[in-house]
Nanobody
Framework: QVQLVESGGGLVQAGTSLRLSCVAS?????????VGWFRQAPGKEREFVAA????????YYRDSVKGRGTISRDNAKNTVYLQMNSLRPEDTAVYYC???????????????WGQGTQVTVSS
């Protein structure tokens, strides 16, 4: 059984940074063609944040995160990271880690999802 567990969320002030982690069990991240992060704010739909290919050679970001976020993976630790800098109140959401074999920005293309970690950015 594949499980994804996120960590690293919290309450932070605007302008600061967080690093989210996602650890997989039951299957190695290298077996997925794509690992991504999505987020969902209260009353809003889940939206794509970032994704990384199995080799790590390709990364994808939503426009509002480009230049502030970095997704990376450590296959030896079976862990994917999302470093978020210059956080804004609008980044407040539950952040979900996901893994699958489809298009990076398509939530429906992912097979496995974590339970999420809350990120709250105060102004």
């Amino acid at each position: 059984q594949v499980q994804l567990v996120e960590s690293g969320g919290g309450l932070v002030q605007a302008g600061t940074s967080l690093r989210l982690s996602c650890v997989a069990s039951g299957r190695t991240f290298s077996s997925f063609s794509m690992v991504g992060w999505f987020r969902q704010a209260p009353g809003k739909e889940r939206e794509f944040v970032a994704a990384i290919s199995s080799s790590g050679d390709s990364t994808y970001y939503r426009d509002s995160v480009k230049g502030r976020g970095t997704i990376s993976r450590d296959n030896a630790k079976n862990t994917v990271y999302l470093q978020m800098n210059s956080l804004r109140p609008e980044d407040t959401a539950v952040y979900y880690c996901t893994a699958g074999w489809g298009a990076p920005r398509d939530a429906g293309a992912y097979r496995y999802w974590g339970q999420g970690t809350q990120v709250t950015v105060s102004s």
